[in-house]
């Protein structure tokens, strides 16, 4: 098993000793394939609505390896691209659709943990999209016209002033202000609702990839140790569902990468203000995510994409995106030049060629799957566990019934074509960014 302290900060402060891996053959009710929040909040809320349920989770590696364990900790109710993008591609009330489910998401993870007292430090401390040149403050501010044409009216534009009562940087001209948002240590998070599923009866194999998925009149899923039997089987595997054949095309993994630094002084809080905590990003199409931990350092993330080619997952590491994000550190934020970075990391996001998460079902609906939440998937992927529950259970919810459900998902398109594809679509937004940053 791989040393899953180098994967990330949040995972690198925790001690964690692998669970038992499937040995033999089992017999359950549903079968979720991957221990990240998808898989394990899907078996929370089969376990919750069905308590008689048998639940097995497959995690090849260890809970939280994946995504869940390595992104930058933001709960927040962006879904997809863009909201004008979503409007485009779905209407106007599939949009409203989508922000009130999103709203649905970041409550459903502030519940968790209080319900739970899981101790990840959980901050609902809001959010501030940065706009750093004339051309993002002006995108900035058509988006929250946009949000407020559809009667969205929570997101305030604040002006530089405005801005510099909470966080001050020379580079910030102004910001959209949302206040449903927070900030959260993502590896906790996942371990400790890890500990929640396990006492309400469900069992999780680590070490235990899945090697072989068939789907007859039951599934049939094969790892190296054994063989696990059930009537229905989720794929929450999100960034590498590319790696199933039977869902290849539904999405791409796209590697972000983040660095941190040694923890601020008071002087640097004195320097930059930042006393109430907020989750930051700024507009560009590759954005910048910044925030601060629970130990006070500063977590700067994004500038720049890679896409891997086929099945290659081993991006973790890009010493030119990290040293454009050390760059990048020191232009936001220059009070700070100072600062001594502790760790670099990267992780893949889901991405589907329309830019819109996907749920549905396959076989029929003998798999489901969940996949395309593009890089703010703390919240997307919670409230989706419930809504794949639900879906196993054939029940009929608000949830089930929204438009992201066995919705028709643009195939990628096969090497190397895809490579391709995916570097087109990267070139083209960098060089927007390179003309409005």
């Known amino acids: 098993m791989n040393d899953y302290r180098e994967k990330s900060f949040w995972l690198s402060r925790l001690d964690l000793r692998p669970g038992p891996s499937l040995k033999g053959d089992e017999k359950v009710d549903v079968a979720i394939v991957g221990g990240g929040y998808t898989g394990i909040t899907t078996a929370y809320f089969l376990k919750k609505m069905d308590p008689s349920m048998e639940v097995v989770v497959l995690e090849r590696d260890l809970v939280g390896y994946g995504a869940s364990g390595r992104n930058a900790g933001f709960s927040m109710k962006l879904f997809g691209f863009s909201m004008a993008m979503t409007k485009l591609r779905f209407g106007k009330e599939d949009t409203l659709r989508a922000h009130d489910y999103m709203t649905d998401a970041v409550g459903l993870v502030k519940s968790l943990v209080e319900e739970h007292q899981i101790e990840c430090g959980y901050e609902h401390t809001g959010f501030f999209r940065l706009a750093t040149s004339e051309g993002y403050e002006r995108r900035i501010r058509q988006e929250i016209e946009f949000a407020q044409s559809m009667g969205i009216d929570e997101?305030?534009?604040?002006?530089?002033?405005?801005?510099?009562?909470?966080?001050?940087?020379?580079?910030?001209?102004?910001?959209?202000?949302?206040?449903?948002?927070?900030?959260?240590?993502?590896?906790?998070?996942?371990?400790?609702?890890?500990?929640?599923?396990?006492?309400?009866?469900?069992?999780?194999?680590?070490?235990?990839?899945?090697?072989?998925?068939?789907?007859?009149?039951?599934?049939?899923?094969?790892?190296?140790?054994?063989?696990?039997?059930?009537?229905?089987?989720?794929?929450?595997?999100?960034?590498?569902?590319?790696?199933?054949?039977?869902?290849?095309?539904?999405?791409?993994?796209?590697?972000?990468?983040v660095i941190v630094t040694e923890p601020l002084s008071d002087e640097h809080f004195q320097k930059i203000g930042w006393q109430n905590r907020q989750g930051l990003e700024d507009a560009r199409n590759m954005i910048h995510y910044f925030r601060l931990t629970d130990d006070n350092r500063l977590l700067l993330g994004g500038s720049d994409v890679k896409i891997p080619f086929g099945n290659n997952m081993?991006?973790?590491?890009?010493?030119?995106?990290?040293?454009?994000?050390?760059?990048?550190?020191?232009?936001?934020?220059?009070?700070?030049?100072?600062?001594?970075?502790?760790?670099?990391?990267?992780?893949?996001?889901?991405?589907?060629?329309?830019?819109?998460?996907?749920?549905?079902?396959?076989?029929?609906?003998?798999?489901?799957?969940?996949?395309?939440?593009?890089?703010?998937?703390?919240?997307?992927?919670?409230?989706?566990?419930?809504?794949?529950?639900?879906?196993?259970?054939?029940?009929?919810?608000?949830?089930?019934?929204?438009?992201?459900?066995?919705?028709?998902?643009?195939?990628?398109?096969?090497?190397?074509?895809?490579?391709?594809?995916?570097?087109?679509?990267?070139?083209?937004?960098?060089?927007?960014?390179?003309?409005?940053?």
């Not at 580079?171 to 500990?195: H, T």
């Not at 454009?324 to 991405?351: C, N, T, Y």
């Open 314 to 437: 081993d991006r973790d590491g890009d010493e030119q995106v990290f040293a454009r994000l050390e760059q990048d550190l020191r232009f936001l934020f220059p009070q700070l030049a100072d600062l001594k970075i502790a760790m670099r990391w990267g992780g893949p996001v889901s991405v589907t060629l329309d830019m819109a998460p996907a749920m549905g079902t396959l076989k029929g609906g003998r798999l489901l799957y969940s996949v395309g939440c593009t890089g703010h998937g703390v919240s997307l992927t919670h409230l989706n566990g419930k809504t794949l529950a639900e879906l196993v259970l054939g029940k009929s919810t608000k949830r089930t019934e929204i438009f992201f459900v066995d919705r028709t998902v643009p195939p990628w398109p096969p090497e190397p074509l895809r490579i391709m594809a995916t570097q087109a679509v990267r070139g083209a937004l960098r060089l927007q960014d390179h003309f409005m940053d």
């Open 155 to 257: 997101i305030k534009w604040f002006d530089a002033d405005e801005v510099a009562e909470h966080v001050r940087s020379p580079n910030f001209r102004g910001a959209a202000y949302e206040p449903d948002s927070a900030i959260l240590d993502p590896a906790r998070l996942i371990r400790g609702m890890k500990e929640v599923v396990e006492s309400m009866g469900v069992t999780i194999y680590e070490g235990s990839a899945v090697e072989d998925i068939q789907a007859g009149d039951r599934v049939r899923l094969t790892t190296p140790g054994g063989t696990v039997e059930a009537d229905r089987a989720v794929l929450a595997t999100n960034a590498y569902t590319h790696l199933l054949p039977l869902a290849k095309s539904k999405q791409a993994p796209a590697f972000t990468y």
